[in-house]
């Protein structure tokens, strides 16, 4: 039973593009939901991962790295997506990487909130090997907002977080858990699964690719333990589609492979998994991509 001293809470994570939000979330909740990658832009959906304890539960937001650079309907709505976060939240965590505070991080510190506690969260400080260097760091930016905590971190290689949650359990209101105790996430499984291939199309694809296009669950069948799953990638152009498969079918079977091992360890059970490209009929994708962002 839980007793009347439970506390749980949103904690949102928020920062420019490729500071490691994503990495950091994954971490804190010792799973990895949320998608990353080398690549400016790889959330594009809020997502929630929760990590339950004994007397709190934490409910971090991940959200989309927040864009300063190119104004589109896109990015309106990503950034529309962090302001709405940051209003409903009860602690926020901004995070910078170590020894670098750009125009975009402070694009970002304009729009945090002054009356929830900000925790300022230096990522990356495995790159830094001067300590002073990082004091020095730590100091420039408490010049630029009142933070109620600061912890330095490296996400990727599981440093400090405990102390960062540490830091964060203070703020998080009395309430009993909102989610069992066994969830580590709000999103389902389909989109866990179409998340996973997007991963993989920002990892084996060059630059621009990725971001023109849209991934699909096509079927989803369960056979006994296991998953059936075929996902599409609806792509602009058949030279995209050309590119995305690879010679001789190599690179889609290595999206694919890596795809389906991922989705094996989420989703704890055999999946039988289909990838296939697709190019976009025009008119009707157009309309189910603006839709994909609640832009129609
Ligand atoms: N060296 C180092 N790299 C890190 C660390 N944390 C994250 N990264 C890397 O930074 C890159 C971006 O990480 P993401 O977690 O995708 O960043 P993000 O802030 O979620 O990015 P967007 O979703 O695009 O806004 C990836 O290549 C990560 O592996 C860290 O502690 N140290
Ligand atoms: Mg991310």
Redesign the pocket.
């Known amino acids: 039973m839980m007793d009347m001293n439970y506390h749980c809470g949103f904690v949102a994570i928020v ?1 420019r ?8 979330m994954n971490h804190l909740i010792g799973q990895k939901v949320s998608i ?8 594009r959906h809020r997502v929630n991962g929760i990590h339950t304890e004994e007397a709190a539960q934490f409910i971090f937001v ?1 959200t ?2 927040f864009q300063t650079f190119h104004r589109n309907a896109l990015n309106d709505v990503l950034n529309q997506s962090v302001k709405d976060t940051l209003s409903d939240v009860d602690c926020v965590l901004f ?1 910078l990487e170590a020894k670098r505070l750009t125009g975009a991080d402070r694009e970002v510190i304009a729009l945090l909130p002054k009356h929830r506690p900000v925790i300022l969260v230096v ?2 400080v ?2 830094v090997k001067d300590k002073q260097e990082l004091a020095d760091f730590i100091e420039e930016c408490r010049a630029e907002f009142e933070f109620a905590d600061v912890e330095v ?5 599981g440093h400090r977080l405990a102390d960062l949650l540490d830091k964060v359990r203070p703020h998080l209101p009395e309430s009993l858990p909102l989610y069992p105790d066994d969830m580590i996430t709000d999103k389902s499984e389909r989109f866990l699964a179409t998340e996973i291939v997007r991963e993989k199309l920002f990892r084996y694809l060059g630059e621009e690719l990725p971001y023109a296009m849209t991934v699909e669950v096509e079927l989803w069948e369960t056979e006994g333990e296991m998953y059936r799953i075929h996902i599409a990638v609806l792509v602009d152009r058949d030279s995209q589609k050309g590119i995305l498969i690879g010679k001789g079918g190599e690179k889609l079977k290595k999206i694919s492979t890596e795809a389906r091992l991922d989705m094996e360890q989420m989703f704890e059970r055999k999946v039988f998994l289909k990838v296939w490209a697709k190019v976009k009929s025009g008119w009707a994708d157009d309309v189910r991509f603006l839709k994909e962002f609640g832009l129609s």
């Open positions: 920062g593009p490729n500071v490691g939000k994503s990495t950091l990353t990658s080398k690549k400016a832009q790889t959330t991940d989309p790295g995070v990522n990356k495995d790159k971190v490296s996400a990727k290689h």
